[in-house]
């Protein structure tokens, strides 16, 4: 399967409650393979989207090693001395996206070099404003799907939320999901009788960070975003205090 395909979707909500068409998802997949070679962690992704697309959500899959990603802290690299960058045309499709799931596997305990080098591509725009004078990533929401045969799940969850908390996504609880099998050298997620795919916890925690996604993003979709006040950049460097006055350090 592809980046293109999603897994069978499980049977929608007949609740039109939990109908999501107005949201889009976007998954980045930080493995290490380039494509058409097998991602482990694309098949966690897969059982992810497949819930979000039975609810209506329009989801998308990249494969951040397929582009031509520039490493840096600026959001065009081709400006800082790079001949080529794929991160700006990458960012306009990060704006687009009401939910952000960073997904990747685990390499000596810790996220992968692709996976840090989304975050600082991410990190690289988090100085941009939207037309509220909030920080650009206001209004949307994060998760994170990791995958890998030694330990290291929660450590890499944690590095990955936080970076997407700091620089604006709104986390909701259960945020993240991940397979990792027995600590220590093993078969990954899609190997022939890893039970990764039928792992009751993995698929719990994948359908609950797959639903709060869907639940926080709907609910800042339809209250207009994060409220703008108390959190405008323009306003701050304006010089408007928001009830935080400057102190005195005479």
């Not at 945020?175 to 719990?204: K, M, Q, V």
């Not at 359908?207 to 709060?212: C, D, S, T, Y």
Request: aromatic share 8%.
């Amino acid at each position: 399967m592809n980046d293109s395909q999603a897994a069978s979707p499980p049977a929608p909500s007949t609740d039109d409650t939990y109908r999501f068409d107005d949201l889009r998802a976007l998954f980045i997949n930080c493995t290490l393979k380039p494509s058409p070679q097998q991602s482990h962690t694309q098949g966690l992704i897969d059982k992810s989207r497949a819930i979000m697309d039975g609810q209506g959500v329009a989801t998308e899959v990249i494969r951040a090693v397929d582009h031509d990603l520039a490493p840096g802290v600026y959001p065009d690299m081709t400006q800082h001395g790079f001949t080529t960058d794929a991160w700006p045309e990458l960012y306009e499709q990060v704006l687009a996206a009401d939910i952000l799931v960073v997904a990747g596997p685990i390499w000596l305990g810790d996220n992968s070099s692709v996976t840090k080098q989304v975050i600082e591509r991410l990190y690289s725009c988090s100085g941009l404003l939207n037309s509220r004078g909030q920080y650009a990533y206001y209004g949307r929401v994060g998760g994170c799907l990791i995958t890998g045969n030694e330990d290291g799940v929660k450590h890499c969850a944690m590095n990955i939320l936080y970076s997407l908390q700091h620089l604006g996504y709104a986390i909701p609880p259960q945020a993240d999901a991940g397979w990792i099998g027995p600590a220590g050298p093993g078969p990954s997620y899609l190997d022939a009788g890893s039970g990764g795919p039928e792992n009751d916890f993995t698929n719990r925690n994948t359908a609950f960070m797959a639903w709060n996604l869907m639940h926080m993003a709907a609910m800042l979709k339809r209250a207009g975003g994060f409220p703008a006040h108390g959190n405008q950049r323009s306003e701050w460097d304006a010089g408007c205090r928001l009830d935080a006055a400057n102190p005195d350090y005479r």
